[in-house]
Antibody
Framework: EVQLVESGGGLVQPGRSLRLSCAAS????????MHWVRQAPGKGLEWVSG????????GYADSVKGRFTISRDNAKNSLYLQMNSLRAEDTALYYC????????????WGQGTMVTVSS | AIRMTQSPSSFSASTGDRVTITCRAS??????LAWYQQKPGKAPKLLIY???TLQSGVPSRFSGSGSGTDFTLTISCLQSEDFATYYC?????????FGQGTRLEIK
């Protein structure tokens, strides 16, 4: 079964850092691009960042550029999101998702991990 | 960034109805458009990609059309399980962007 499982979320103070992880199983991880998408409570979907299969192509939303860093470890079938200088507006459920190419539709999503930024 | 605008933002319909949701891109995106369905407390589910290609396992009552800047998602005969929120997404260029969502409610 194809599965994506996010972890690492929690309550963090403004200005602090957090690292999210996404463990992939059931497919050949290094054949696919990966993405992070977030959803603030009661709001719509916002793409955060994406990375190609070999990390050669990376993109970020303007809202997180310079603060968040996406990375992947194909040997560990894992995707990461390092989030620095967190703000209240980063509070959201963070999903990881896979796509056949870095600019492609997201065919499988995880269930998400919640990040709450509050003092 | 390419802005995606969906209409309507919400509406009510009855089981058996034919419904259409529209999505407009602020610039041409060829056919690099996907539609997702999201139910409360669940992750989004891919319905359609490349504007009109049905994802494997998605019922044939769902269909998509359009290219360039104007796109539509049609559900030919609403079923109870179709009441959800629908999002369009462009993947023509970074940053990838979503529409604001269309909430489909039971009348």
């Amino acid at each position: 079964e194809v599965q994506l499982v996010e972890s690492g979320g929690g309550l963090v103070q403004p200005g602090r850092s957090l690292r999210l992880s996404c463990a992939a199983s059931g497919f050949t991880f290094d054949d696919y691009a990966m993405h992070w998408v977030r959803q603030a409570p009661g709001k719509g979907l916002e793409w955060v960042s994406g990375i190609s299969w070999n990390s050669g192509s990376i993109g970020y939303a303007d809202s997180v550029k310079g603060r968040f860093t996406i990375s992947r470890d194909n040997a560990k079938n894992s995707l990461y999101l390092q989030m620095n200088s967190l703000r209240a507006e980063d509070t959201a459920l963070y999903y990881c998702a896979k796509s056949p190419g870095d600019l492609d539709a997201f065919d499988i999503w995880g269930q998400g991990t919640m990040v709450t930024v509050s003092s | 960034a390419i802005r995606m605008t969906q209409s309507p933002s919400s509406f009510s319909a009855s089981t058996g109805d034919r419904v259409t949701i529209t999505c407009r891109a602020s610039q041409g995106i060829s056919s690099y458009l996907a539609w997702y369905q999201q139910k409360p407390g669940k992750a989004p589910k891919l319905l359609i990609y490349a504007a009109s290609t049905l994802q494997s396992g998605v019922p044939s009552r769902f269909s998509g059309s359009g290219s360039g800047t104007d796109f539509t998602l049609t559900i030919s005969c609403l079923q109870s399980e179709d009441f959800a929120t629908y999002y369009c997404q462009q993947y023509y260029s970074y940053p990838i962007t979503f529409g604001q969502g269309t909430r489909l409610e039971i009348k």
